[in-house]
Every structure is written in C-alpha cells, then in structure tokens.
C-alpha cells in the first residue's frame, strides 16, 4: 500500500507540529509491531516511490505496518462485499497483511500490486508459501491487467498517498484531481459488471465523494464509517449501478472555481505516526 498522510511538519528547530489538512490523516494499527518509521520533512515526499523504497529495506524484517486498522477493525463491514470466488485486486499493497487476512478469512483469490518493487520483492517472499496470493510492480494509474479482470478492487490508504502534497483538501489542484482520475477510471475499466470497489481512508465525505461521484465511472456510491475512538471512512462502488441525483450534484464540485484555502488547525505530535489517531477532522 502507499500510505500517506495529509499534513505538512514544521521546519522550524524544536517540537515538531502537524499542520493538519482537514481532508485525512493516517493512523497505524495498534496491533502493528513494526517499528516507527521515519517522517518525511515534507508531506509530498509520501507521493514518491523513492521514499517508499527506502522506507521498505528500512524495514524489510519488519511486522506489517496496518494504515486507517487492521482487517478485524473493518471486518464486518467488508465481508458482506465479498465472496469467496471474487477475485480481488489490492491496490497499493505496501507491507499490509491485508491480502494475507484475506486469504485466512476464505477468499484465497488476491493480486496486490504497488509501485515499489522493494516491498513488491519482500511481500513474495513473506507469503511464498501462499500460491494464490500473486504480488506485482505496477502503477496504479496504468493497471497491466485486461479489462473486466476483478470482482473486487480494494484500496486502503493509497489514494491519501497520491494526494499527499495537496496544499487545501477542499481545492484539490487540477494535478491531484486527474491523477484519482486516472486511477478511478483504471479501477472502473477492471471491474466486471457488478463487481465492486472498496476504498478505505480518513477522508470524509465532503472530501472524498468528489471524486467517486464521477457518472462515467459507470457505478453507485455508498459510505460507513469504522473505529473507535476515531473514525475511518468505508466506501463501496458497485459497477452497473447509478448514483444518485444528490451525489451527482455533489460530483460537480471538482470542476467548481478554487476557493480560498481553509486554515490548518495545528497539533502537537510525537515522532510517530500513531499520533494521527488523535486528529480531529
């Protein structure tokens, strides 16, 4: 998986503070033993793949590292999506034991695919034992598979990671709106008819509906929440169905003019991305 953060750290010498983009933030699993990770200076940085490399023979020996919960945390409401012949696509895998937790949960057909080769090399080996778990080195926004190839897509965090950078959560720049572009039409062309995409993030509703409320994607739109203490964000696509009129509308707005951007509220963190679970969006 590509894991993000929307947030930018301060330059300035002393305690480290988040300006936090209201849009969404990152939380590791508390269940997640892998050690804290180095924070890049600048929030961008979580959009490269340099980065991510690095950060993965970092940890190569490393327990996986769960962004926005673990697989129980979210369980109930995935499994009703699911069955056991789907085949799925996880997009953005990075070292998450998602696609494992899904083969252990009874669905054994998964393919996981990141941009890093580094984690794409460690993730073969981890799971060498699984045959039908397939892992491959591929850009999210140029899928190297024939159309109509998954029941299921799945995405946990990697679209956050792609708008990492983004100076206001409510103006995405004309840049990040045609990169989820590309990557939601990838996703749509993938899909069987009624087959389903899965997309798990702290990006709320007024942030994230944007984008998926798009009619050529050809599929419907529906959202849950998930968590404690903190609240993720679930949402499911069905391709072969409408979206509403409501949510057309609302699809609309990534086209309206720029707004001026809204302020940061700043917090103070630790050196560890757990912090994020205490961000208030």
Same mark, same amino acid.
Not at 77 to 93: A, F, H, M, Y
Not at 115 to 125: D, E, G, I, W
Not at 160 to 174: F, K, R, T
């Given at each position: 998986?590509?894991?993000?953060?929307?947030?930018?750290?301060?330059?300035?010498?002393?305690?480290?503070?988040?300006?936090?983009?209201?849009? =969404?933030? @990152?939380?590791?699993?508390? #269940?997640? $033993?892998?050690?804290?990770?180095?924070?890049?200076?600048?929030?961008?940085?979580?959009?490269?793949? !340099?980065?991510?490399?690095q950060?993965?023979?970092?940890?190569?020996?490393?327990?996986?590292?769960?962004?926005?919960?673990?697989? &129980?945390?979210?369980?109930?409401?995935? *499994?009703?999506?699911?069955?056991?012949?789907?085949?799925?696509?996880?997009?953005?895998?990075?070292?998450?034991?998602?696609?494992y937790?899904?083969?252990?949960?009874?669905?054994?057909?998964?393919?996981?695919?990141?941009?890093?080769?580094?984690?794409? =090399? =460690?993730?073969? +080996?981890?799971?060498?034992?699984v045959?039908?778990?397939?892992?491959?080195?591929?850009?999210?926004?140029?899928?190297d598979?024939?159309?109509? &190839?998954? *029941?299921?897509?799945?995405?946990?965090?990697?679209?956050?990671?792609?708008?990492?950078?983004? $100076?206001?959560?409510?103006?995405?720049?004309? *840049?990040?709106v045609?990169?989820?572009?590309?990557?939601?039409?990838?996703? &749509?062309?993938?899909?069987?008819?009624?087959?389903r995409?899965?997309?798990?993030?702290? +990006?709320?509703?007024?942030?994230?509906? #944007?984008?998926?409320?798009?009619?050529?994607?050809?599929? &419907?739109?529906?959202?849950?929440?998930?968590?404690?203490?903190?609240?993720?964000?679930?949402?499911?696509?069905?391709?072969?169905?409408?979206?509403?009129?409501?949510?057309?509308?609302?699809?609309? !707005?990534?086209?309206?003019?720029?707004?001026?951007?809204?302020?940061?509220?700043?917090? $103070?963190? @630790?050196?560890?991305?757990?912090?994020?679970?205490?961000? $208030?969006?």
């Open positions: 998986m590509i894991p993000s953060l929307l947030a930018t750290w301060s330059a300035k010498p002393g305690p480290k503070v988040l300006a936090v983009c209201p849009a =969404a933030a @990152s939380m590791a699993s508390p #269940r997640a $033993q892998a050690p804290p990770p180095e924070i890049p200076e600048q929030n961008c940085r979580y959009r490269e793949v !340099q980065y991510w490399d950060r993965y023979r970092n940890a190569a020996d490393s327990a996986p590292y769960e962004w926005f919960g673990d697989f &129980s945390s979210f369980r109930a409401l995935l *499994e009703p999506e699911l069955r056991p012949e789907d085949r799925i696509l996880v997009l953005g895998c990075g070292n998450s034991a998602l696609s937790e899904l083969f252990l949960g009874g669905f054994p057909d998964v393919t996981s695919v990141d941009y890093s080769s580094v984690v794409v =090399a =460690a993730m073969q +080996a981890r799971y060498a034992h045959p039908t778990l397939r892992w491959e080195t591929m850009d999210v926004r140029a899928l598979f024939p159309s109509g &190839s998954f *029941e299921v897509v799945l995405e946990k965090g990697m679209l956050d990671a792609l708008l990492a950078g983004e $100076q206001d959560p409510w103006n995405v720049s004309s *840049e990040g045609h990169t989820v572009d590309q990557v939601l039409s990838e996703v &749509s062309r993938v899909l069987v008819h009624g087959g995409f899965i997309s798990l993030t702290s +990006a709320a509703p007024h942030f994230r509906i #944007r984008h998926y409320a798009q009619a050529r994607y050809g599929w &419907s739109l529906r959202h849950a929440t998930y968590g404690n203490s903190f609240h993720f964000h679930l949402y499911i696509m069905q391709k072969g169905r409408e979206l509403t009129i409501a949510q057309l509308a609302v699809g609309t !707005q990534v086209l309206s003019p720029p707004r001026p951007p809204t302020t940061p509220c700043f917090l $103070q963190d @630790s050196d560890h991305e757990d912090f994020l679970n205490a961000i $208030q969006l």
